[in-house]
């Protein structure tokens, strides 16, 4: 996807109107119950917790329900897997759950079946798909403190503040993936987020270099972000808002900053060689249904990429926990520059936390 596109999506995303219009007006076709023999079941990866409950209340179980294909949810992101099954002939993941540095780079790498839209029937989308991978929403990560241990003075609330050890001394939590964590890295060390792209690697891992000696985990899946916390084996992360609502609601005594945010599309791609193609794009069009859109957006605190959905999500009470992308502040993730360099950056990312 080109810059430009992802700039449109926000501009479509902060307006939710017909200048987000990609075009796609067909309404979503009712599934029949019967499923063809090689679709008679569906593995989707998803991302842990209370992300996966998300997952299997709002889009999984419902379209069992429907159309009578059961959907196995596999807490797993690792791309090397999703090429590995690939090339190597034997798919055993039938949905992946891509953010975009996932869904371009594996565009890239041609692992994805091209999606077929007279199955998917998306209806108005504020995004518009790719030929090979499907937008679904937009998420938001930001900073995450245990405001017991921490009142207000004593956290950082961005970036420069997560950087900056002096001021806020403790133990710093990191993930084991590159995308956002550059970008976080980058705007700590001054970079204005309007300047970010094309990221300034080198730059990156000497800001990565200052930090690293003050981070006690590394960790490698959203869940362990916010629980690394709550036990007490960090002291400041980067997380997600929904993650951090269901430990508060849990009764964690967490908070989470909005001053800056790393924005980015998530989407969802079908691996190429998939036995169940046709059921993994009912999937996909299950999900982007208006109403399923709204359930996500609100139960999640997202942005839904349907503009039937963008209205209700905007007037719901979830809004005010919704990014502002015209502050200046926050970050838009360049997923075309992700997808050009996905694979070498993470290889020298995944090999820098162990040296």
Not at 36 to 49: E, F, I, N
Not at 197 to 210: G, I, K, N, S, T
């Amino acid at each position: 996807m080109a810059k430009s596109t992802l700039l449109t999506s926000r501009r479509g995303l902060l307006k939710g109107g017909a200048a987000g219009l990609v075009g796609l007006v067909a309404a979503p076709a009712v599934f029949s119950r019967r499923a063809h023999a090689a679709d008679a079941a569906l593995t989707v990866t998803s991302w842990g917790g209370d992300y996966n409950k998300m997952v299997r209340e709002v889009f999984a179980d419902p379209f069992t329900a429907e159309t009578g294909i059961p959907v196995t949810l596999v807490d797993n992101g690792d791309m090397a897997k999703v090429k590995a099954q690939v090339q190597g002939k034997a798919v055993q993941w039938d949905v992946i759950d891509a953010p975009a540095a996932f869904a371009t780079s594996g565009a890239r790498d041609k692992l994805w079946e091209p999606l077929d839209l007279s199955i998917i029937k998306p209806g108005p989308l504020v995004q518009g798909p790719a030929a090979d991978y499907m937008p679904l929403y937009l998420y938001s990560g930001g900073l995450v403190w245990d405001a017991k241990r921490f009142p207000d003075g004593k956290h950082p609330v961005d970036f420069a503040g997560f950087y900056d050890v002096k001021q806020f001394p403790g133990r710093r939590v990191m993930r084991s993936l590159a995308s956002e964590t550059l970008e976080v890295a980058l705007i700590a060390d001054g970079v204005a987020p309007k300047d970010l792209y094309p990221l300034d690697v080198e730059r990156a891992f000497r800001a990565l270099d200052r930090i690293k000696p003050h981070v006690t985990k590394w960790a490698a899946t959203t869940p362990d972000q916010v629980n690394a916390i709550v036990q007490s084996e960090g002291d400041f992360s980067y997380s997600y808002f929904n993650r951090v609502k269901s430990a508060q609601k849990a009764g964690a005594s967490l908070d989470f900053s909005f001053e800056q945010t790393v924005n980015s599309l998530d989407y969802f791609a079908v691996p190429k060689g998939t036995k169940n193609k046709e059921a993994a794009m009912r999937f996909i069009g299950f999900c982007l249904r208006p109403d399923r859109q709204v359930a996500w957006a609100t139960r999640g605190y997202y942005l839904p990429n349907s503009v039937t959905a963008m209205d209700e999500v905007k007037a719901s009470p979830a809004a005010q926990y919704l990014p502002d992308l015209t502050n200046g502040k926050n970050v838009i993730v360049d997923s075309q520059w992700w997808s050009e360099n996905y694979t070498a950056v993470q290889k020298r990312y995944a090999e820098w936390m162990l040296t």
